[in-house]
């Protein structure tokens, strides 16, 4: 079955595509640019051969642990934990019996603490990933496991240690280099959201058998032809990256502020994750931008779905399927009449039913909608999904205006938590931090 972009209820007509269809042989002239100077990794892969032979080294090594702890935050986590939920489910099930990945993203004590107290050091790989290697909620967390591993393990510590950094600076390259940690790079160029299927998602995808190869090839499918050198107006106009990018850009226009990214692939949902940071840290620039929703069909039916439908009316949707999820066991036929609609049909086909009446519903509730439709779940079309979100978006970004591959804003929330913590410098974060704190406070208990 074909993977397929269906665009009956896009709305199409009612946004101006036409303006954005017109800039198609610009944006080819700015694709051919990009990748010939080597600036878009993400579409030209250059890393591919020699991280598949770094990986191809490490599979011996990954072989002697039970489990991975992941030590990243952002685009170094959120694409391995789209992967692991996707094609590791069994982690997540009753009598999970093979090995474990543990992905620590965040500033939680209990959480760092358990992996201490429960995970068995010997058989434990902790992987360390930072593409600028400084990133303190996660250098942070490798201080204190480094100690860790350090007690239990002593002078073997760091043959149970994994980095994957800049191949040249940062403080991670430094550990490595010190102490002779093994270590992976994060290519030039490639940003921590675009950067899945590098070894920053890669080594966890290897630790847990996926297949890497078709993960690479099927992103490749989407990739190559936005690659090539010789790619035309023309035909960038025709791929769907572009056609996505367009009505993404042709809707913010229009007041379309918000994206919901509705998957209708369960196991897929933690891709939603991984879109809502691609889309968000690339696009929302300048005042400009709209604000993704991550929602997982069907669950979120019955939480979110009321303000989709009925809310502010400033909402597109993607809307993520596959028809040929498995159908599962049958429904008995002996259910009272008030169930007898289900009466001996496959448990799959509810959720296609209702994946059905919520796209149909959202269309008639004047929410733009493209179904993105997956020929089969496997690792091969989530490396296309990648592909092509993350070439939309970097598209999208260009139409728009914006640069797509920088984070500028984020910036200020960590100058003042360091200025907090009373990092050298930052007099100007400081004296701001000190006026906001002094402030007359409105606080109240409840
Ligand atoms: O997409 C991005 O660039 C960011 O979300 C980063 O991935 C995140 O900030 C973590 O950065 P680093 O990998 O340098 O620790």
Avoid at 370 to 376: F, K, S
């Amino acid at each position: 079955m074909s993977d397929i972009l269906d665009w009956t209820n896009a709305d199409l007509d009612t946004l101006d595509m036409a303006a954005y269809a017109a800039r198609a042989e610009t944006m080819a002239a700015r694709l051919r640019e990009e990748t010939g100077a080597g600036r878009l990794p993400f579409l030209t892969m250059p890393y591919e051969a020699a991280l598949k032979k770094q990986l191809a080294d490490l599979e011996g090594y990954l072989d002697r642990f039970e489990h991975m702890l992941l030590l990243g935050i952002g685009g170094s986590a959120l694409g391995a934990r789209a992967l692991q939920k996707a094609f590791h489910p069994s982690q997540d099930r009753p009598g999970h019996r093979g090995k474990s990945l543990w992905i620590a993203d965040n500033v939680d004590a209990y959480a760092l603490t358990a992996y201490m107290d429960s995970l068995p050091p010997e058989k434990t790989v902790v992987v360390t990933v930072s593409k600028s290697g400084g990133t303190i909620e996660t250098v942070g967390q490798y201080f204190i496991i480094k100690e860790w591993m350090k007690e239990r393990l002593g002078d073997a510590w760091a043959d149970n240690m994994l980095l994957v950094t800049d191949a040249e600076k940062g403080f991670l390259r430094g550990e490595a280099d010190a102490y002779g940690i093994k270590a992976l790079p994060v290519p030039d160029n490639l940003g921590g959201r675009y950067s899945v299927l590098s070894a920053v998602g890669l080594i966890p995808a290897l630790f847990l058998s996926m297949d890497i190869d078709a993960l690479l090839a099927g992103a490749r499918e989407v990739a190559d032809v936005l690659a090539d050198p010789a790619l035309s107006g023309e035909t960038l106009a025709g791929t769907q990256a572009f056609r996505l990018a367009a009505w993404g850009a042709a809707l913010m226009d229009k007041g379309f502020t918000e994206m919901i990214f509705f998957a209708y692939i369960p196991l897929w949902a933690s891709f939603g994750d991984w879109f809502a940071q691609l889309w968000a840290e690339s696009l929302g620039k300048e005042g400009k931008g709209s604000q993704p929703v991550p929602a997982v069909g069907v669950t979120d039916q019955h939480s979110v779905n009321q303000m989709f439908m009925d809310g502010v009316r400033n909402k597109a949707c993607l809307f993520l399927t596959c028809p040929s999820l498995p159908d599962g066991p049958d429904f008995p036929e002996d259910l009272p009449d008030q169930f007898a609609y289900v009466r001996g049909k496959p448990f799959g086909e509810l959720i296609r039913a209702e994946g059905l009446g919520t796209r149909m519903a959202l269309s008639r509730s004047g929410v733009p909608l493209v179904e993105i439709r997956m020929g089969a779940d496997g690792p091969r079309q989530a490396g296309k999904l990648i592909g092509l979100l993350g070439a939309a978006t970097i598209l999208t970004g260009w139409l728009m205006g914006i640069n797509p591959l920088d984070q500028p804003a984020v910036e200020l929330g960590k100058r003042l938590a360091k200025a907090r913590m009373d990092a050298d410098g930052l007099a100007e974060e400081k004296a701001h931090l000190a006026a906001f704190l002094n402030a007359n406070r409105d606080e109240r208990e409840f």
